[in-house]
Nanobody
Framework: QVQLVESGGGLVQAGGSLRLSCAAVGRTSGNYAMGWSRQAPGKERELVAG???????VYADSVKGRFTISRDKAKNTVYLKMNTLKPDDTAVYYC?????????????????WGQGTQVTVSS
């Protein structure tokens, strides 16, 4: 039984930064690919960033150069550092984990989902 606990969302002005955290709590197998997706009102959920257990990384084109995904294996925690935030980044952000990298890359139906954390960027 694994739960993904998210934190770090909030309200910021355009150009500001936030760091989201996602901790895997409970019994884990050890090596999971993890990622972040987001969903804004009226829009479909999209993959923002993914990090494979072997270090592979993928970003959505809209966030390349601004967002950075990383992990602390000792803490079973993945982070999303978001810089130069834009109003278009406003969404609920969801953490995901799955032992299969391809599942995280596709951004659909991961084994575990976080509860979501709201990020709001004002202009």
């Amino acid at each position: 039984q694994v739960q993904l606990v998210e934190s770090g969302g909030g309200l910021v002005q355009a150009g500001g930064s936030l760091r989201l955290s996602c901790a895997a709590v409970g019994r884990t197998s050890g090596n999971y690919a993890m990622g972040w997706s987001r969903q804004a009102p009226g829009k479909e959920r999209e993959l923002v960033a993914g990090l494979g257990s072997g270090g592979s990384i993928v970003y959505a084109d809209s966030v390349k150069g601004r967002f950075t995904i990383s992990r602390d294996k000792a803490k079973n925690t993945v982070y999303l550092k978001m810089n130069t935030l834009k109003p278009d980044d406003t969404a609920v952000y969801y953490c995901a984990a799955d032992p299969r990298w391809i599942v995280i890359r596709r951004g659909v139906n991961p084994m575990y989902w976080g509860q979501g954390t709201q990020v709001t960027v004002s202009s």
